[in-house]
């Protein structure tokens, strides 16, 4: 998500928000895109990564769009707390957290399931 009013012709760091929380990016916390503009934060893609692929959680039931990919969805999902508009798919919370675990650039695990005798679908 881009801050409302931000220059598009002069981005800057700050007019980048992630779309679950709603936080600016500063540059000192991983996000991660997907299309036209959609960020998630290091931080809600940890949250959303142990609710839905680690706690085999969902938010809501089939038929909902993903923020991410903005397709309709039909695997489980992950939804902001704090925003009802913010829904992030099973197949994004994988990609994204598979791109950011790769990424040299920032110090940032997949989480582990706590009880590692459980394998992770």
Known sequence: MQ?????????????????????AWDGSFPMVEGHRGA????????????????EEQTSLEPGYTCTMCLERRKDRCWQSPAYEDALICLRCIRQGSTKLDKDPDWDW???????PAKPVT
Request: charged residues 30%.
């Open 3 to 23: 801050r409302e009013g931000a220059d598009l012709n002069n981005m800057q760091p700050e007019d980048f928000i992630c779309d679950f929380s709603r936080r």
């Open 39 to 54: 960020l998630i934060s290091g931080d809600c893609l940890t949250i959303a990564y142990r609710f839905v692929v680690l």
């Open 109 to 115: 695990e997949k989480p582990k399931a706590e009880n």
